[in-house]
Every structure is written in C-alpha cells, then in structure tokens.
C-alpha cells in the first residue's frame, strides 16, 4: 500500500530531517522552514558613564606666609622676613630665595631697597612700609613699622659656650634701641674672631655661626653701627660622636659576657641532664 504524503512543507522537513538525527541539521532547517522564528534581538544596555581613576579635582593652590608679620624696627636697620608655603601633604616649604620682595612706602610709592640678602629689608627713614611677598603669580602682604629710635646697646648670645672640636655653634646679636625695643641684628652684624689660647681655634661666619676646628680658645666679636660685644668661645676635646661610641662599645661588651655566661650555665646544665639519664 503506497504511504501517505505529508502535505505539510515544514513538518515534511522536520520529519525528514529528524530521521537523520542531526540536532544542528535540525535546528538549521527549522530557521530554514519557517517553522520558528528566530527571538529578537535584546536592546543592549547603554554604556555606564566612565569613571575617573586615579584622578582628582583640582585643588586650591597652596597659601603662602610671610613671617614675622607686622614688625618694628628702628630707621637705618633692617629686617630679614621668610617666605613659606604649606603643601597639600602637609610639609612646609621654604620660598624666601625663591620669591620676589617689594616695598611701597607711606606715600604708597614703591620704594628700592638694597637686596644684600633674599627677604632682608632695609630701610633707612622712618613710616608705615607696606612689603609683599610673590611666588608664582600669588602674593601676601604685611606691614613694618619704622620708628626713630636709636641705637642704645648690643649683645651677645651665648656668652661663654664650650663646644667640641668639631661642631659648630650659633651666636645670637641682640640690639637693644632708645625706646626699649630689642631687635635681632644677627644678619646685620659684622662678625670677627680672634685666638686667644691655641691657634686656629675656630672660625665664624657672616650670620654669626662658628665652627670648632682645634682645641682652644677665641674671643668673638659682632659690631653693628655704632655698638659692639663679645663673646668667648672654648673648644674642647671631647666630643659626642666619640663619647657616643664608647657607650656603645660598653653596652656591647657587657652584652657580649652576659651572652658567653648564659652559653656556659646551658652547656653545664646539659651535661648535668646527660649524667642524670645515664644513672
């Protein structure tokens, strides 16, 4: 008897080709037939807006200071001011060489001062100056006052230091002025020194810092305009490095016999243990 045909063209093909058993055969003739349609396409989500790694908004630029603020010095004398900014990670950084110092005097006139040393202001009449400080495109003010005072005595810090050979040491010039003011002249001094006992004692520089070089003494003296002090300098022979040393040397001594003493008492008490067993 002669088989009925299938009428229908896509179970005809899916009947066929499920004989053969070939899965993707059949998944290709079913796309082919008709007989599914294929899912639409799901939208793709629109991209996440990028993140910034690693980035951060700009901050405000660092303050700058200028210190001391709003000082007083006597007419004819000087005063040395420090330019300093602080950085985001918290360290302070010095910019006096770095920044630029004018001064504009009562009149609002800018005024020239000699520029011997970065920040140091002279100045010679006495008013309200105005001195600002600049670095990079920032700027920040402060106010000197200027009296007539005179100038009445000077002294000397420290008076009669020793230090080691070797070392160094900072002598301090003190201005005392007509109306009981006192001013730091230490920058503004002219400073010499001379041997007293020894020879090539120590030596001094222009801002009032000596340097022990040989066992002795030396007499120091700071002369700023009309007045001038002393002081006496005693280099000695013991210094903290070798004093330093010789304490470690100590320690490390003592620790060493207090390490062969724990080693004996171990030793002996091993042997005591062996001779215990072999009872």
Avoid at 13 to 18: E, K, M, S
Avoid at 30 to 53: D, I, K, Q
Avoid at 78 to 86: H, I, K, N, V
Wanted: with cysteine; glycine share 8%; net charge positive.
């Amino acid at each position: 008897m002669q088989k009925p045909r299938l009428q229908d063209p896509d179970l005809r093909c899916t009947t066929r080709l499920a004989r053969g058993g070939a899965p993707l055969l059949l998944a290709l003739a079913l796309l082919r037939c008709g007989a599914a349609e294929a899912p639409a396409p799901v939208p793709s989500a629109a991209p996440a807006a990028a993140v910034p790694t690693g980035g951060s908004t700009p901050s405000a630029p660092s303050p700058l200071f200028l210190s001391p603020t709003n000082p007083q010095i006597a007419h004819g004398t000087a005063q040395q001011f420090s330019l300093r900014r602080m950085e985001a990670s918290g360290r302070v950084r010095e910019l006096t060489g770095l920044g630029t110092f004018t001064v504009a005097g009562p009149d609002g006139r800018a005024v020239t001062v000699p520029a011997a040393e970065p920040g140091l202001i002279a100045l010679a009449q006495p008013g309200r100056y105005l001195i600002t400080a600049g670095y990079e495109g920032r700027s920040v003010q402060t106010t000197v006052f200027v009296t007539a005072a005179t100038l009445k005595s000077l002294a000397l810090s420290p008076t009669a230091p020793k230090v080691a050979k070797g070392l160094t040491q900072q002598f301090t010039a003190t201005a005392t002025f007509s109306d009981g003011t006192t001013q730091d002249v230490t920058t503004l001094s002219a400073w010499s020194i001379k041997d007293t006992t020894g020879t090539g004692v120590a030596g001094i520089n222009s801002r009032g810092l000596a340097t022990a070089k040989s066992i002795g003494k030396a007499r120091i003296t700071a002369r700023y305009l009309t007045a001038s002090t002393t002081a006496n300098l005693e280099v000695t022979a013991a210094a903290l490095r070798d004093e330093v040393q010789r304490h470690l040397h100590v320690v490390v001594v003592e620790d060493l016999e207090a390490v062969v003493a724990f080693v004996a008492q171990a030793v002996e008490l091993e042997h005591q243990l062996h001779q215990l067993l072999a009872v």
